[in-house]
């Protein structure tokens, strides 16, 4: 399991939130690969858990959060119960993580690049800020700001959603980290702006030989930049496998109707067909149905459904499902 | 910049005036002859006229509205009636005590409300934030005439360490001090908590935490200049509390400031000492105001001056 | 017997469904209130406040206006709980009745400053424009003043007397209130639901009332019910620079203001009355806290 090419590996973590009304499994057990140079996706809708995933990893949960059990394995090291001290050495610096609002993730009273430098100051104790400043710059250069040194002066509300962006990425490399989290990083942003900003994404993956894992509701986006995806429903992975495969041969009624829900840029065929989508609502977290928890949705429940929860099944060629359909 | 304070110093132009037509409509439709109110009864009517006269008091109310500014634009708000001094030159008097005992409340409030409402967010739920916070609504609840009198009974009548009354040196000055700045310490605190608490929400603030910053780092660096935006504000209106506790405290302490000057106006009926006392007060509230605002404006880089 | 059986059963299998909203507002409320133990102390300081306002008569050991000299300044002892001022009344007896001056003065100039700051502040945000800018400007100006010295100059043009205070403390007061309001409708004024009401012709008046001023409510109360302690606090600080209520009333301010002569000789005179002003706007200020928690879903929407 533990060969060198795996950056990160989550074997069976639970997120609870302990709520006055109850306990929220936001994440249920889930267990996730990243190998070097891979680039995940996790997709899901929103609630489904995928950003509690990201911000168990990086130990950014809040009360009344908590991690109720399994392990974070990031290069061999286990970052649940790990100190506090350690995991700030480790955040920005080997594991960074871009947001979903570019608008505001940033601090709005301080320059962007006084916050990317930021960064880099924090992991490197001897660094002079002119050096700093410097490397902050050639790393606007490499995001594609223009007229980078004017722009590491200015303050966040005067960028654009796109470039704001670019400074977050710029942000989370500067260090040149092994695993990037990207939660939604284009969800705000307008397609034309998105299309640049993966592009970016991509070429830098490749030049600073990044891992990343990519959350998203975007199949569209996971089928032009992973390689692995999993789909995650109420806490829980459906379906995990090689983008192609997920893609060509979707086993769990989910995935399935997932991709039938992508809008095709075929007009005749959307207004013909009408756009699909998967009737219902993601179930209350604090009161998950007994048995599958997408059985309340699914088109092809049946009894059994309602009773039993399936495991995660192999079903060859490292594509696993979760669906009462499939045996070991 | 610069152009921002002009613009704002413009603004308050009006307002000014605004509040001066208050002021006189207020002080100047007593029902009843403020001469003979303020002579008592046993004057002839022809004294009383021949006052009214002096005082050019019969003339027609707008009239007097417009020489009362024009006098006032003049530094010259009348004599007082009681004391036959000119009412500038006792407020002028008054000014200083008044303005070193309202910056000093304004210190003491500061120095244990900031840091109060910031130890009380960080370890929000706590017994200490608890606490803190008790503190904070009793601070507020306490009566400052109550509060000043209670600090006499302890300080300086029972453990004899501070004198009880009057203005000859610092240490006359700090019982008003807490006195004054205990009540507005107690909102300075909440207020900064409650703002404290709502930037740590922010996503930059996730942000500041991902970058791998120390928890403290993340709340002094980032989040704390955000917080003390809302702060601000409350200060600028700070100003017009402190110069009502002033009010208060003088009276308690027997410190000659504005505030006492204002007391003893009406108990004086000595109308154009208190209109002159009201008018200054007000104008330092708008300044103050002013204050606030640049500093606001310097605070937050998301304001446009021009 | 069957049938009842199904029918529970029945019950017992509901889905459970989307809907989420299983308590009405004021249910909600009162129960997060309840699990606040300080704004239930305060509540109970408030109600049993207001039962020794109302038997005043049957509570007071004493007649709190009877004055016999040979009593003055007795110490508090078992005979007179809080002692006797400087006129030989009792302190105790005082304070009791004071607490109707002090619940009056706290509910009817909050109550007018309340309608007062929601008539214009609704106008002003609902109007915008001219009407908007003079209301503000006023509202602006009244700001300006020292709220005490406001009070004063109003005291001191119309007279000391209860009713005075009234009329003094709304005049200061409104101004807050108007913002509050306005800011609100400000945000409401172009929702979709008022809008909807607009396209189909309803009057301004109507929305103002139907739509907007509903709204407002989680704002208001919370406002309302610190804006009490707050005209105590400036009742009592008037009474007690002598612009206020007028002997021989029985308002707590004058009390500590007539005891404060005596300070070090007859302490219980001035300290006693200010304990109860402190602990009734302390106990409005607990209840206002708590139903600000309480209704913090329903203020940020």
């Given at each position: 399991?533990?060969?060198?090419?795996?950056?990160?590996?989550?074997?069976?973590?639970?997120?609870?939130?302990?709520?006055?009304?109850?306990?929220?499994?936001?994440?249920?057990?889930?267990?996730?690969?990243?190998?070097?140079?891979?680039?995940?996706?996790?997709?899901?809708?929103?609630?489904?858990?995928?950003?509690?995933?990201?911000?168990?990893?990086?130990?950014?949960?809040?009360?009344?959060?908590?991690?109720?059990?399994?392990?974070?394995?990031?290069?061999?090291?286990?970052?649940?119960?790990?100190?506090?001290?350690?995991?700030?050495?480790?955040?920005?610096?080997?594991?960074?993580?871009?947001?979903?609002?570019?608008?505001?993730?940033?601090?709005?009273?301080?320059?962007?690049?006084?916050?990317?430098?930021?960064?880099?100051?924090?992991?490197?104790?001897?660094?002079?800020?002119?050096?700093?400043?410097?490397?902050?710059?050639?790393?606007?250069?490499?995001?594609?700001?223009?007229?980078?040194?004017?722009?590491?002066?200015?303050?966040?509300?005067?960028?654009?959603?796109?470039?704001?962006?670019?400074?977050?990425?710029?942000?989370?490399?500067?260090?040149?980290?092994?695993?990037?989290?990207?939660?939604?990083?284009?969800?705000?942003?307008?397609?034309?702006?998105?299309?640049?900003?993966?592009?970016?994404?991509?070429?830098?993956?490749?030049?600073?030989?990044?891992?990343?894992?990519?959350?998203?509701?975007?199949?569209?986006?996971?089928?032009?930049?992973?390689?692995?995806?999993?789909?995650?429903?109420?806490?829980?992975?459906?379906?995990?496998?090689?983008?192609?495969?997920?893609?060509?041969?979707?086993?769990?009624?989910?995935?399935?109707?997932?991709?039938?829900?992508?809008?095709?840029?075929?007009?005749?065929?959307?207004?013909?067909?009408?756009?699909?989508?998967?009737?219902?609502?993601?179930?209350?977290?604090?009161?998950?149905?007994?048995?599958?928890?997408?059985?309340?949705?699914?088109?092809?429940?049946?009894?059994?459904?309602?009773?039993?929860?399936?495991?995660?099944?192999?079903?060859?060629?490292?594509?696993?499902?979760?669906?009462?359909?499939?045996?070991? | 910049?610069?152009?921002?304070?002009?613009?704002?110093?413009?603004?308050?132009?009006?307002?000014?005036?605004?509040?001066?037509?208050?002021?006189?409509?207020?002080?100047?439709?007593?029902?009843?002859?403020?001469?003979?109110?303020?002579?008592?009864?046993?004057?002839?009517?022809?004294?009383?006229?021949?006052?009214?006269?002096?005082?050019?008091?019969?003339?027609?109310?707008?009239?007097?509205?417009?020489?009362?500014?024009?006098?006032?634009?003049?530094?010259?708000?009348?004599?007082?009636?009681?004391?036959?001094?000119?009412?500038?030159?006792?407020?002028?008097?008054?000014?200083?005590?008044?303005?070193?005992?309202?910056?000093?409340?304004?210190?003491?409030?500061?120095?244990?409300?900031?840091?109060?409402?910031?130890?009380?967010?960080?370890?929000?739920?706590?017994?200490?934030?608890?606490?803190?916070?008790?503190?904070?609504?009793?601070?507020?609840?306490?009566?400052?005439?109550?509060?000043?009198?209670?600090?006499?009974?302890?300080?300086?009548?029972?453990?004899?360490?501070?004198?009880?009354?009057?203005?000859?040196?610092?240490?006359?000055?700090?019982?008003?001090?807490?006195?004054?700045?205990?009540?507005?310490?107690?909102?300075?605190?909440?207020?900064?908590?409650?703002?404290?608490?709502?930037?740590?929400?922010?996503?930059?603030?996730?942000?500041?935490?991902?970058?791998?910053?120390l928890e403290l780092k993340v709340v002094i660096n980032h989040a704390l200049k955000n917080a003390m935006l809302p702060v601000v504000t409350?200060?600028?209106?700070?100003?017009?509390?402190?110069?009502?506790?002033?009010?208060?405290?003088?009276?308690?302490?027997?410190?000659?400031?504005?505030?006492?000057?204002?007391?003893?106006?009406?108990?004086?009926?000595?109308?154009?000492?208190?209109?002159?006392?009201?008018?200054?007060?007000?104008?330092?509230?708008?300044?103050?105001?002013?204050?606030?605002?640049?500093?606001?404006?310097?605070?937050?880089?998301?304001?446009?001056?021009? | 017997?069957?049938?009842?059986?199904?029918?529970?059963?029945?019950?017992?299998?509901?889905?459970?469904?989307?809907?989420?909203?299983?308590?009405?507002?004021?249910?909600?409320?009162?129960?997060?209130?309840?699990?606040?133990?300080?704004?239930?102390?305060?509540?109970?300081?408030?109600?049993?406040?207001?039962?020794?306002?109302?038997?005043?008569?049957?509570?007071?050991?004493?007649?709190?206006?009877?004055?016999?000299?040979?009593?003055?300044?007795?110490?508090?002892?078992?005979?007179?709980?809080?002692?006797?001022?400087?006129?030989?009344?009792?302190?105790?007896?005082?304070?009791?009745?004071?607490?109707?001056?002090?619940?009056?003065?706290?509910?009817?100039?909050?109550?007018?400053?309340?309608?007062?700051?929601?008539?214009?502040?609704?106008?002003?945000?609902?109007?915008?424009?001219?009407?908007?800018?003079?209301?503000?400007?006023?509202?602006?100006?009244?700001?300006?003043?020292?709220?005490?010295?406001?009070?004063?100059?109003?005291?001191?043009?119309?007279?000391?007397?209860?009713?005075?205070?009234?009329?003094?403390?709304?005049?200061?007061?409104?101004?807050?209130?108007?913002?509050?309001?306005?800011?609100?409708?400000?945000?409401?004024?172009?929702?979709?639901?008022?809008?909807?009401?607009?396209?189909?012709?309803?009057?301004?008046?109507?929305?103002?009332?139907?739509?907007?001023?509903?709204?407002?409510?989680?704002?208001?109360?919370?406002?309302?019910?610190?804006?009490?302690?707050?005209?105590?606090?400036?009742?009592?600080?008037?009474?007690?620079?002598?612009?206020?209520?007028?002997?021989?009333?029985?308002?707590?301010?004058?009390?500590?203001?007539?005891?404060?002569?005596?300070?070090?000789?007859?302490?219980?005179?001035?300290?006693?009355?200010?304990?109860?002003?402190?602990?009734?706007?302390?106990?409005?200020?607990?209840?206002?806290?708590?139903?600000?928690?309480?209704?913090?879903?329903?203020?940020?929407?």
């Open positions: 399991m533990n060969d060198a090419s795996t950056i990160l590996e989550i074997n069976n973590l639970k997120t609870y939130f302990y709520t006055d009304k109850g306990v929220v499994p936001a994440v249920d057990d889930i267990s996730i690969k990243v190998k070097k140079g891979q680039i995940i996706g996790i997709v899901g809708e929103s609630g489904c858990g995928k950003s509690m995933t990201s911000l168990s990893i990086m130990q950014l949960i809040a009360p009344p959060g908590k991690i109720a059990g399994g392990e974070i394995l990031f290069q061999n090291k286990n970052l649940v119960g790990i100190s506090k001290a350690e995991m700030r050495s480790l955040r920005g610096n080997e594991l960074s993580m871009i947001f979903q609002e570019p608008m505001t993730s940033l601090n709005p009273v301080y320059p962007v690049g006084k916050q990317v430098a930021e960064t880099l100051l924090l992991h490197n104790k001897h660094m002079k800020k002119a050096e700093a400043k410097q490397k902050v710059i050639e790393m606007f250069k490499m995001v594609g700001i223009p007229e980078p040194e004017e722009r590491y002066r200015v303050f966040p509300h005067q960028l654009s959603g796109g470039l704001r962006q670019r400074v977050m990425i710029a942000m989370a490399l500067i260090c040149r980290s092994k695993l990037l989290i990207a939660d939604e990083p284009t969800t705000a942003l307008d397609v034309t702006i998105e299309a640049q900003i993966l592009k970016l994404m991509k070429n830098l993956q490749e030049e600073i030989d990044t891992s990343i894992i990519m959350i998203t509701h975007n199949l569209g986006i996971v089928a032009e930049m992973c390689d692995y995806v999993y789909v995650m429903y109420a806490g829980k992975i459906m379906e995990q496998a090689d983008v192609y495969e997920l893609f060509d041969h979707p086993k769990h009624p989910y995935t399935e109707g997932l991709l039938k829900s992508i809008p095709r840029s075929n007009v005749q065929q959307n207004k013909e067909k009408g756009l699909y989508s998967i009737k219902g609502m993601v179930p209350n977290m604090l009161n998950l149905p007994k048995g599958c928890r997408f059985h309340p949705r699914c088109i092809y429940a049946e009894d059994a459904c309602r009773e039993v929860e399936p495991d995660l099944v192999d079903v060859g060629e490292g594509h696993l499902v979760r669906c009462i359909k499939y045996k070991n | 910049m610069g152009h921002y304070i002009i613009r704002r110093l413009v603004i308050s132009i009006p307002v000014t005036f605004g509040i001066a037509l208050i002021t006189f409509i207020l002080l100047n439709v007593i029902p009843g002859d403020p001469v003979a109110l303020m002579m008592k009864d046993h004057i002839s009517a022809d004294v009383v006229a021949r006052v009214r006269a002096q005082m050019q008091l019969d003339d027609p109310a707008y009239i007097r509205f417009f020489r009362f500014i024009w006098n006032a634009l003049h530094g010259d708000f009348g004599v007082s009636y009681k004391l036959n001094r000119s009412v500038s030159s006792l407020l002028m008097d008054a000014f200083p005590n008044t303005l070193i005992l309202a910056i000093s409340g304004a210190l003491v409030s500061w120095i244990i409300g900031i840091p109060a409402g910031v130890l009380s967010a960080v370890k929000k739920r706590s017994f200490l934030d608890n606490s803190i916070m008790g503190f904070s609504l009793l601070g507020v609840s306490i009566p400052v005439f109550w509060a000043g009198l209670l600090f006499q009974y302890i300080f300086a009548f029972w453990l004899g360490i501070l004198p009880v009354s009057g203005f000859d040196g610092p240490e006359y000055l700090i019982m008003p001090a807490i006195v004054l700045g205990w009540s507005s310490a107690g909102t300075i605190s909440r207020l900064t908590r409650s703002s404290l608490l709502e930037v740590m929400r922010n996503d930059y603030i996730r942000t500041a935490r991902a970058k791998g910053n409350v200060m600028a209106l700070q100003v017009a509390g402190l110069l009502s506790g002033a009010v208060i405290t003088e009276t308690v302490f027997g410190i000659p400031g504005i505030g006492r000057i204002a007391v003893n106006a009406i108990q004086n009926r000595d109308m154009p000492l208190l209109q002159g006392a009201v008018m200054f007060t007000t104008v330092l509230v708008i300044l103050g105001n002013l204050v606030a605002d640049v500093l606001y404006s310097l605070l937050d880089p998301r304001i446009k001056y021009d | 017997m069957n049938i009842a059986k199904n029918m529970l059963f029945k019950k017992e299998i509901i889905e459970p469904s989307d809907e989420l909203v299983k308590e009405t507002f004021w249910q909600d409320v009162f129960k997060s209130l309840r699990k606040d133990r300080m704004a239930m102390a305060g509540g109970t300081i408030i109600a049993l406040f207001i039962l020794v306002a109302i038997f005043a008569p049957y509570l007071a050991p004493y007649n709190p206006y009877e004055v016999s000299l040979d009593l003055q300044f007795q110490k508090p002892s078992m005979e007179y709980w809080l002692g006797t001022d400087m006129f030989g009344r009792d302190v105790l007896s005082r304070i009791i009745y004071g607490s109707r001056i002090s619940l009056l003065i706290g509910i009817v100039p909050s109550l007018i400053t309340m309608l007062i700051g929601i008539i214009f502040g609704i106008i002003a945000g609902y109007f915008g424009r001219k009407t908007d800018f003079i209301i503000m400007t006023v509202s602006d100006m009244v700001l300006s003043f020292p709220s005490l010295l406001l009070a004063m100059v109003v005291m001191y043009t119309l007279g000391a007397s209860l009713l005075n205070i009234f009329i003094a403390l709304s005049i200061v007061g409104w101004a807050g209130t108007a913002r509050v309001v306005r800011a609100q409708t400000l945000s409401l004024k172009n929702k979709e639901f008022v809008e909807s009401a607009r396209a189909i012709g309803v009057k301004p008046s109507i929305i103002m009332i139907r739509h907007i001023l509903p709204n407002c409510i989680p704002q208001l109360l919370v406002l309302f019910t610190l804006e009490i302690p707050g005209s105590i606090l400036s009742e009592a600080s008037l009474s007690f620079l002598g612009v206020g209520a007028q002997p021989p009333a029985s308002s707590w301010g004058l009390m500590v203001s007539n005891g404060k002569e005596f300070l070090f000789n007859a302490p219980w005179v001035a300290i006693s009355p200010g304990i109860a002003i402190l602990v009734i706007v302390l106990a409005f200020n607990f209840l206002g806290d708590g139903l600000r928690d309480a209704l913090d879903p329903y203020l940020k929407q």
